[in-house]
């Protein structure tokens, strides 16, 4: 494994991509690990504060990065770029110094784009002077005329540059001034022009504005075209021979003395990312690693990266053991001890853990079995009502099974909940949540392309009117699921939802009623199984296969039917596709070898 990292907060490969003639001493690589490693420095030392500070500057990465350029093998290639990137980068330079003149125009401290400047000015130049108010010629309004000045002759301490300044004298107690302020145009103009003048300087204006912002213009575009030419510098074919994906993403939010971590790592299988967060793994998109991995948004940024090469990349899209055992091998005696011990210590912590949760298990189901030995009785009609009810309850907790990444999400939303109130109210908040989530969803209409009864069978309850009992305890039975060992607080709330369930009686739910439901979903899910079956037999051209499934699916969806409109898939469907099938065995006469069996056909959940 090889670790890149730099003191500021981006990684070698970026300072090398935007600066590489600033490295005085060039290491190259004669060969490149299967994985790269990037360390970002996301913390640094205030000296002023005394304490340590998160850094929350953004830093965009690619997808794929191409090593060539880092290869002792194409090193002279590299170094003759290089010089020429320097050359183009110092003539950039030497364009944005010009450009800044033109932008900050002035010799004092405010300065201003130097176009900006002469529009004003040309807009001066173009201004009428508005005629003043009319008034007493010599007299403003309300005040006397001014009878005399005082003159004050203002001297150094060496009697030198003598200067000379009036001020007005009182007259009557009152001062005058030598002008008259009415006389002043409202907005600001020109005065005593000529024609001939005006016309000189506004062509010396306008010839100048459009001087000035022709070099700007220019200066731009030669920049942006040096800018151009730097970025495509390294897009050549010949030095992107060896690529390297981002494989993983390490993130952490929050400031320096604390905060979270989580982490993207990428599925080649499934061709997506996925977010490991505690103990929730879901699937992300690019644009949320961006929005957590890139910073300068919000507190959360990457701190590491991890990039693998191609061959790696590929044997992880086909998990080729052999070549992760291939590699290992063509490792250093020591190394291969290492991993071996790493392995050996990982497969005793798996162990432990499993044993460990077949411990609680047992001690569960043992809890259970106790309290169901209470309800047992010796009479033989008991007896049958108890294996009919645990008919009952293996058929629920199928379903409740198919719900169990929905239901392990509901109990992971409620950390905060089970921390403060205890299990009890965990289980009331989860429940609650689910039951919002899947009522929503029962209000979706079914259609041939989703049918969100297929997702849960509460949606197929509620869409069907299924009694309260019926749904509460159909929901109940999904937290109590024993697939839902993942960690203390989901065994926790497994245990109060099992201890609910006991408490139920035959007097608050009809088991036989509660046994029909489920059987009806089961058939119900078979039905869709059916369905689809057949509609890809019948794509595949599969005319005799197609109807065996088109008309198992037809009969046991008329059983359905008749109990309710919402208890099936729709009738039209199947019976369209069950006649294109007799037709084409008819007109291929082979109708009589399109019969379907006396035994039904077996299909897979």
């Known amino acids: 494994m090889c670790t890149m990292s730099r003191a500021c907060n981006h990684p070698a490969f970026w300072l090398l991509r935007a600066f590489p003639y600033l490295l005085v001493f060039q290491r190259w690589f004669t060969k490149l690990p299967p994985v790269l490693t990037f360390e970002l420095s996301r913390f640094e030392f205030n000296q002023s504060l005394g304490q340590p500070e998160k850094i929350h500057s953004k830093l965009e990465f690619s997808q794929v990065i191409y090593m060539d350029r880092f290869l002792h093998s194409n090193k002279e290639l590299i170094q003759a770029r290089r010089e020429e990137i320097k050359k183009l980068t110092d003539r950039m330079a030497l364009l944005q110094q010009k450009l800044e003149r033109y932008m900050r125009y002035g010799s004092g401290a405010g300065r201003f784009p130097l176009r900006d400047m002469l529009l004003y000015v040309l807009e001066f130049a173009s201004t009428k002077p508005t005629p003043a108010e009319p008034h007493v010629k010599g007299h403003t309004s309300g005040m006397p005329p001014v009878h005399s000045r005082g003159i004050v002759i203002q001297t150094t301490e060496n009697d030198e540059d003598a200067v000379a300044s009036s001020y007005p004298e009182p007259v009557d107690g009152l001062y005058q001034f030598p002008w008259d302020p009415v006389e002043i145009p409202e907005y600001p103009a020109p005065r005593g022009v000529t024609e001939d003048e005006m016309s000189l300087v506004m062509t010396c204006l306008q010839r100048w504005r459009k001087e000035v912002e022709q070099d700007i213009q220019g200066l731009q575009d030669s920049i942006a075209l040096l800018e151009?030419?730097?970025?495509?510098?390294?897009?050549?074919?010949?030095?992107?021979?060896?690529?390297?994906?981002?494989?993983?993403?390490?993130?952490?939010?929050?400031?320096?003395?604390?905060?979270?971590?989580w982490a993207y790592i990428y599925n080649p299988p499934r061709k997506s990312w996925l977010k490991y967060n505690d103990i929730?793994?879901?699937?992300?998109?690019?644009?949320?690693?961006?929005?957590?991995?890139?910073?300068?948004?919000?507190?959360?940024?990457?701190?590491?990266?991890?990039?693998?090469?191609?061959?790696?990349?590929?044997?992880?899209?086909?998990?080729?053991?052999?070549?992760?055992?291939?590699?290992?091998?063509?490792?250093?005696?020591?190394?291969?001890?290492?991993?071996?011990?790493?392995?050996?210590?990982?497969?005793?912590?798996?162990?432990?853990?499993?044993?460990?949760?077949?411990?609680?298990?047992?001690?569960?189901?043992?809890?259970?079995?106790?309290?169901?030995?209470?309800?047992?009785?010796?009479?033989?009609?008991?007896?049958?009502?108890?294996?009919?009810?645990?008919?009952?309850?293996?058929?629920?907790?199928?379903?409740?099974?198919?719900?169990?990444?929905?239901?392990?999400?509901?109990?992971?939303?409620?950390?905060?909940?089970?921390?403060?109130?205890?299990?009890?109210?965990?289980?009331?908040?989860?429940?609650?949540?689910?039951?919002?989530?899947?009522?929503?969803?029962?209000?979706?209409?079914?259609?041939?392309?989703?049918?969100?009864r297929l997702q849960h069978v509460l949606v197929y309850l509620l869409q069907n009117d299924a009694p309260k009992r019926v749904v509460?305890?159909?929901?109940?039975?999904?937290?109590?699921?024993?697939?839902?060992?993942?960690?203390?607080?989901?065994?926790?709330?497994?245990?109060?939802?099992?201890?609910?369930?006991?408490?139920?009686?035959?007097?608050?739910?009809?088991?036989?009623?509660?046994?029909?439901?489920?059987?009806?979903?089961?058939?119900?899910?078979?039905?869709?199984?059916?369905?689809?079956?057949?509609?890809?037999?019948?794509?595949?051209?599969?005319?005799?296969?197609?109807?065996?499934?088109?008309?198992?699916?037809?009969?046991?969806?008329?059983?359905?039917?008749?109990?309710?409109?919402?208890?099936?898939?729709?009738?039209?469907?199947?019976?369209?596709?069950?006649?294109?099938?007799?037709?084409?065995g008819i007109h291929g006469r082979n109708a009589l070898l399109c019969l379907p069996p006396l035994c039904e056909p077996a299909v897979g959940f």
């Open 228 to 261: 151009e030419t730097i970025e495509l510098m390294y897009v050549d074919p010949s030095l992107h021979q060896v690529p390297y994906h981002l494989h993983a993403v390490l993130v952490h939010e929050g400031q320096a003395n604390a905060g979270h971590y």
């Open 472 to 584: 509460e305890r159909t929901l109940l039975e999904q937290f109590a699921d024993k697939n839902l060992s993942f960690d203390e607080r989901s065994i926790s709330i497994m245990k109060v939802a099992r201890a609910k369930l006991k408490g139920i009686g035959p007097d608050d739910i009809n088991m036989e009623d509660y046994r029909k439901w489920h059987e009806d979903y089961s058939l119900f899910r078979k039905v869709s199984v059916y369905l689809l079956t057949g509609l890809e037999l019948y794509q595949n051209e599969k005319y005799c296969e197609a109807l065996t499934y088109l008309v198992y699916a037809y009969q046991s969806n008329m059983t359905l039917l008749s109990k309710g409109p919402n208890r099936g898939v729709d009738e039209a469907l199947i019976a369209l596709y069950r006649r294109k099938c007799l037709l084409v």
């Open 280 to 452: 929730s793994v879901t699937e992300a998109s690019w644009e949320e690693l961006e929005r957590d991995s890139f910073g300068g948004l919000k507190n959360a940024s990457a701190y590491c990266l991890m990039y693998i090469d191609e061959v790696l990349f590929r044997c992880a899209a086909v998990e080729n053991n052999g070549y992760i055992r291939r590699e290992v091998e063509a490792l250093s005696a020591e190394l291969q001890h290492y991993i071996q011990e790493h392995n050996w210590r990982v497969e005793q912590e798996m162990a432990e853990w499993e044993e460990e949760q077949s411990c609680k298990m047992a001690q569960i189901e043992e809890s259970e079995s106790s309290v169901d030995s209470q309800y047992l009785s010796t009479d033989s009609g008991q007896e049958q009502s108890s294996l009919s009810e645990h008919g009952v309850c293996a058929l629920s907790s199928e379903h409740a099974t198919i719900a169990k990444d929905q239901t392990a999400q509901a109990i992971a939303n409620t950390a905060d909940v089970y921390e403060k109130n205890g299990v009890e109210a965990a289980l009331v908040e989860a429940f609650h949540e689910e039951y919002s989530r899947l009522y929503l969803l029962s209000k979706e209409t079914p259609t041939p392309q989703n049918d969100p």
